[in-house]
């Protein structure tokens, strides 16, 4: 069992974000950190650093056009020379004045085809980089009753969602992302993952559910959500993150290592970790008042952790307990496992994939922070919305 869980955690793959890299904040206060990157290229260097001390995280997701680049097949061979490779093409439609009323949903039918010939643009540039999938994400909503028609808004949602999916090439995928509430209050278009599920149910098979942890209300049950979708083969991607009130945006597992083992126990019991699932297990993260890189390691960290318990839940024995109605037992299979210091596993995994078994300290100690703090002077920092 041991050698089996082992080579599930040399093999398991964590997609991180351009983004995190960049400089972000609340609406209130944006602080800027040295050394942040100043391009896409500079990202992706960051990114490549995750993977180099963690050996599961070679794969970074693009925000467009926040990555935009002049050449992507380019900024693609960029990647491979540093050890990684360009994920997810993130769509953008929800910072241009024009959006205010909605993007794909927008009343006006100019604003809708700018914003679908956006997400077109994103299949091309998806082309270019040779990225799977294409993640969507609507800010579309409204803020008060009657300010707009909630059934002509799906409709010009599915329109849209329509358009992007007969675009797709072999082998690419729509991911589409639900969100409870922000920016809009009254009504958001995809709200929740059954209006998700339901669009891509009507799309067909290439066309999934992306579950962003921070985007529920308190309470819901996430494993749940999981659980289900799998079962539904409609289960693309999560965006990890975790949250104490709405879409905080903090480190995956910060706030709730139990729920993130509770959503990994669903996916390792569904047999959906290895990659030949689909399922992409991706960070959306915001690295506010932390450094930013040291911040994505320990999140992929947290991820591993997370995964590692589940993977040492006594499948045999949870099921016996089960079968048997047996409440306190099959309970007390889960908690043991969770209940397990699992970083000595980890710290040999990555032994013997020849790395440290210390990623923080083995980053902390290689001088990089104090490189990119000195070299990366002058030039406009990415931050939100760059
Ligand atoms: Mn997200």
Same mark, same amino acid.
């Given at each position: 069992?041991?050698?089996?869980?082992?080579?599930?955690?040399?093999?398991?793959?964590?997609?991180?974000?351009?983004?995190?890299?960049?400089?972000?904040?609340?609406?209130?206060?944006?602080?800027?950190?040295?050394?942040?990157?100043?391009?896409?290229?500079?990202?992706?260097?960051?990114?490549?650093?995750?993977?180099?001390?963690?050996?599961?995280? $070679?794969?970074?997701?693009?925000?467009?056009?926040?990555?935009?680049?002049?050449?992507?097949?380019?900024?693609?061979?960029?990647?491979?020379?540093?050890?990684?490779?360009?994920?997810?093409?993130?769509?953008?439609?929800?910072?241009?004045?024009?959006?205010?009323?909605?993007?794909?949903?927008?009343?006006?039918?100019?604003? &809708?085809?700018?914003?679908?010939?956006?997400?077109?643009?994103?299949?091309?540039? #998806?082309?270019?980089?040779?990225?799977?999938?294409?993640?969507?994400?609507?800010?579309?909503?409204?803020?008060?009753?009657?300010?707009?028609?909630?059934?002509?808004?799906?409709?010009?949602?599915?329109?849209?969602?329509?358009?992007?999916?007969?675009?797709?090439?072999?082998?690419?995928?729509?991911?589409?992302?639900?969100?409870?509430?922000?920016?809009?209050?009254?009504?958001?278009?995809?709200?929740?993952?059954?209006?998700?599920?339901?669009?891509?149910? &009507?799309?067909? $098979?290439?066309?999934?559910?992306?579950?962003?942890?921070?985007?529920?209300?308190?309470?819901?049950?996430?494993?749940?959500?999981?659980?289900?979708?799998?079962?539904?083969?409609?289960?693309?991607?999560?965006?990890?993150?975790? &949250?104490?009130?709405?879409?905080?945006?903090?480190?995956?597992?910060?706030?709730?290592?139990?729920?993130?083992?509770?959503?990994?126990?669903?996916?390792?019991?569904?047999?959906?970790?290895?990659?030949?699932?689909? @399922?992409?297990?991706?960070?959306?993260?915001?690295?506010?008042?932390?450094?930013?890189?040291?911040?994505?390691?320990?999140?992929?960290?947290?991820?591993?952790?997370?995964?590692?318990?589940?993977?040492? @839940?006594?499948?045999?024995?949870?099921?016996?307990?089960?079968?048997?109605?047996?409440?306190?037992?099959?309970?007390?299979?889960?908690?043991?496992?969770?209940?397990?210091?699992?970083?000595?596993?980890? #710290?040999?995994?990555?032994?013997?994939?020849?790395?440290? $078994?210390?990623?923080?300290?083995?980053?902390?100690?290689?001088?990089?922070?104090?490189?990119?703090?000195?070299? &990366? @002077?002058?030039?406009?920092?990415?931050?939100?919305?760059?």
């Amino acid at each position: 069992m041991t050698d089996a869980v082992r080579a599930a955690l040399r093999a398991q793959r964590i997609e991180v974000p351009s983004w995190a890299y960049g400089n972000s904040g609340t609406r209130f206060k944006v602080f800027a950190q040295p050394g942040v990157p100043r391009t896409p290229q500079e990202k992706i260097a960051d990114a490549a650093q995750v993977h180099k001390y963690t050996g599961v995280a $070679p794969v970074v997701s693009l925000h467009i056009p926040w990555d935009k680049v002049d050449d992507y097949a380019a900024l693609a061979k960029h990647a491979e020379d540093l050890g990684v490779r360009i994920g997810g093409i993130n769509a953008n439609v929800f910072q241009d004045d024009d959006y205010k009323l909605g993007s794909v949903t927008n009343p006006d039918p100019a604003v &809708r085809r700018k914003a679908l010939d956006h997400l077109l643009e994103c299949v091309d540039i #998806a082309d270019l980089t040779g990225s799977r999938d294409i993640k969507l994400w609507f800010s579309d909503g409204t803020n008060y009753p009657g300010q707009d028609s909630i059934r002509a808004r799906q409709d010009r949602l599915a329109d849209a969602l329509q358009a992007v999916y007969e675009r797709l090439g072999d082998g690419q995928r729509i991911l589409l992302e639900y969100k409870l509430f922000e920016p809009a209050f009254y009504t958001m278009d995809v709200p929740d993952w059954g209006t998700a599920y339901a669009h891509c149910l &009507r799309l067909g $098979p290439k066309a999934q559910v992306v579950i962003d942890t921070g985007h529920h209300a308190p309470g819901t049950n996430i494993e749940f959500i999981v659980a289900f979708l799998l079962r539904e083969e409609k289960l693309g991607a999560f965006d990890f993150n975790s &949250r104490f009130y709405a879409d905080d945006d903090l480190m995956v597992g910060a706030a709730d290592p139990f729920q993130l083992f509770r959503i990994m126990h669903e996916i390792v019991s569904a047999g959906a970790l290895d990659a030949s699932s689909g @399922v992409n297990f991706m960070l959306d993260q915001c690295h506010n008042i932390e450094p930013k890189i040291p911040a994505q390691i320990r999140s992929v960290m947290n991820v591993q952790e997370a995964t590692a318990k589940a993977l040492l @839940v006594d499948a045999a024995a949870l099921d016996a307990a089960q079968l048997a109605g047996d409440v306190l037992g099959s309970n007390g299979v889960l908690m043991d496992a969770y209940n397990t210091d699992v970083r000595p596993l980890l #710290a040999d995994v990555r032994q013997e994939m020849g790395l440290d $078994p210390d990623p923080m300290g083995a980053y902390a100690r290689s001088g990089y922070f104090e490189k990119i703090a000195a070299d &990366r @002077v002058g030039g406009q920092q990415a931050g939100w919305g760059a």
